[in-house]
T-cell receptor
Framework: AQKVTQAQTEISVVEKEDVTLDCVYE???????LFWYKQPPSGELVFLIR??????QNEISGRYSWNFQKSTSSFNFTITASQVVDSAVYFC??????????????FGSGTRLQVQP | KAGVTQTPRYLIKTRGQQVTLSCSPI?????VSWYQQTPGQGLQFLFE???????NKGNFPGRFSGRQFSNSRSEMNVSTLELGDSALYLC??????????????FGPGTRLTVL
């Protein structure tokens, strides 16, 4: 069975600080996909990033960066120079390869990020 | 391109009633998935539809059902509502042109309150 763990329930930072959100996952699949979604108070889940299991290259996109390490089954997400608008609940999610038809996302419990001005 | 739309945005029902929620996917997207979000259980997968067929189902009772139309629009139905069905119901669509899983894009959700 798949499992996603986000140990950080809530994080509070001051604007312009860097913040890293942790995510640890479990899966028996050799091909899988990892995602980060953001849920602002409005409720809609906003897609942020996606990483395929066969590509461990870490990237930076604007203020966002991620660190994917298969050896430790971790997929951490960093926001650089945080802003008040980054305040939201962030979810890490896992999907299998899809070849078997199972494309359901397994979500972590979420990390609430509060950025203080 | 318009995003995923869900109607209605808010619903209040009483125990024992049934409810139907609607989801219109992003234009060209062929797969629609439904998720339930509650404070206690978090985000849980309900089911997925592709080409008008249920392709995958989560661990929910038979009171929860859905369908997909030829234009990829989807509805989910909950019969005999219980207090525990109060939740935010999120719909997501994905392209699914190939065999591999595509990114799912979510709608704003329908917040259902059961009294």
């Amino acid at each position: 069975a798949q499992k996603v763990t986000q140990a950080q329930t809530e994080i509070s930072v001051v604007e312009k600080e860097d913040v890293t959100l942790d995510c640890v996952y479990e899966t028996r699949d050799t091909t899988y996909y990892l995602f980060w979604y953001k849920q602002p108070p409005s409720g809609e889940l906003v897609f942020l990033i996606r990483r395929n299991s066969f590509d461990e290259q870490n990237e930076i996109s604007g203020r966002y960066s991620w660190n994917f390490q298969k050896s430790t089954s971790s997929f951490n997400f960093t926001i650089t120079a945080s802003q008040v608008v980054d305040s939201a609940v962030y979810f890490c999610a896992l999907s299998d390869s899809g070849y078997t038809g199972r494309r359901a996302l397994t979500f972590g419990s979420g990390t609430r990020l509060q950025v203080q001005p | 391109k318009a995003g995923v739309t869900q109607t209605p945005r808010y619903l209040i029902k009483t125990r024992g009633q049934q409810v139907t929620l609607s989801c219109s996917p992003i234009s060209g997207h062929r797969s629609v998935s439904w998720y339930q979000q509650t404070p206690g259980q978090g985000l849980q997968f309900l089911f997925e539809y592709f080409s008008e067929t249920q392709r995958n189902k989560g661990n929910f009772p038979g009171r929860f059902s859905g369908r997909q139309f030829s234009n990829s629009r989807s509805e989910m139905n909950v019969s005999t509502l219980e207090l525990g069905d109060s939740a935010l119901y999120l719909c997501a669509s994905s392209l699914e042109q190939g065999a591999r899983a595509d990114t799912q894009y979510f709608g704003p959700g329908t917040r259902l309150t059961v009294l």
